[in-house]
């Protein structure tokens, strides 16, 4: 069974620029959530999808989105890049029963 | 405010001995508990989790306590290996799907 892939698994984005993270979840999976991880702050939860709806979100700026498609893959946009966005960004699938599979994250670089 | 704190921020051991990492919480109400370990750069990877009526559990050498009358739990690793180095991140989840995270314990095995 194929785990939570993430994609690409490293980026360099320039100030002022958008990027988007792309997430495929484990078949059968229709939760997906993002999380940001920082030296300072561990991680802090983003905002959840599940069946394309948002059902939960965190304290971060508008400028974080994200939507989910029929398939349950995720994608999560960041507009506007600040030197502080600068993180590991994961994300999370989930099948019920409150597991939670992480994928190996996407390492964002703002310079 | 729902907080998990953790201890040791790190740790170093020398490798074959034993280690406990502490979490404490205020997670209300209260559905289960994690511990995550997460390898650098990659993403966490579920080692235990456990309800409100479990007060152990394993999984190989790593043994997860509970006790959710003071809100503490622990994670004990026997007879370390250099494999063991990782962060380690305590997770509590409230109702049905919102996570808190501890900011890890770094653990260091050293030869």
Same mark, same amino acid.
């Given at each position: 069974?194929?785990?939570?892939?993430?994609?690409?698994?490293?980026?360099?984005?320039?100030?002022?620029?958008?990027?988007?993270?792309?997430?495929?979840?484990?078949?059968?999976?229709?939760?997906?959530?993002?999380?940001?991880?920082?030296?300072?702050?561990? /991680?802090?939860?983003?905002?959840?999808?599940?069946?394309?709806?948002?059902?939960?979100?965190?304290?971060?700026?508008?400028?974080? $989105?994200?939507?989910?498609?029929?398939?349950?893959?995720?994608?999560?946009?960041?507009?506007?890049?600040?030197?502080?966005?600068?993180?590991?960004?994961?994300?999370?699938?989930?099948?019920?029963?409150?597991?939670?599979?992480?994928?190996?994250?996407?390492?964002?670089?703002?310079? | 405010?729902?907080?998990?704190?953790?201890?040791?921020?790190?740790?170093?051991?020398?490798?074959?001995?034993?280690?406990?990492?502490?979490?404490?919480?205020?997670?209300?109400?209260?559905?289960?508990?994690?511990?995550?370990?997460?390898?650098?750069?990659?993403?966490?990877?579920?080692?235990?989790?456990?309800?409100?009526?479990?007060?152990?559990?394993?999984?190989?050498?790593?043994?997860?306590?509970?006790?959710?009358?003071?809100?503490?739990?622990?994670?004990?690793?026997?007879?370390?290996?250099? $494999?063991?180095?990782?962060?380690?991140?305590?997770?509590?989840?409230?109702?049905?799907?919102?996570?808190?995270?501890?900011?890890?314990?770094?653990? /260091?095995? $050293?030869?």
């Amino acid at each position: 069974k194929a785990g939570v892939t993430q994609t690409p698994r490293y980026l360099i984005k320039t100030r002022g620029q958008q990027v988007t993270l792309s997430c495929s979840p484990i078949s059968g999976h229709r939760s997906v959530s993002w999380y940001q991880q920082t030296p300072g702050q561990g /991680l802090q939860f983003l905002f959840e999808y599940f069946s394309e709806t948002q059902r939960n979100k965190g304290n971060f700026p508008g400028r974080f $989105s994200g939507r989910q498609f029929s398939n349950s893959r995720s994608e999560m946009n960041v507009s506007t890049l600040e030197l502080g966005d600068s993180a590991l960004y994961l994300c999370a699938s989930s099948g019920g029963r409150g597991g939670y599979t992480f994928g190996s994250g996407t390492r964002l670089t703002v310079v | 405010k729902n907080q998990v704190e953790q201890s040791p921020q790190s740790l170093i051991i020398l490798e074959g001995k034993n280690c406990t990492l502490q979490c404490n919480y205020t997670v209300s109400p209260f559905s289960n508990l994690r511990w995550y370990k997460q390898d650098t750069g990659r993403g966490p990877v579920s080692l235990t989790i456990m309800t409100f009526s479990e007060n152990t559990k394993s999984n190989g050498r790593y043994t997860a306590t509970l006790d959710a009358d003071t809100k503490q739990s622990s994670l004990h690793i026997t007879a370390s290996q250099l $494999s063991d180095s990782a962060s380690y991140i305590c997770v509590v989840m409230e109702g049905y799907s919102t996570l808190t995270f501890g900011k890890g314990t770094m653990l /260091l095995v $050293s030869p």
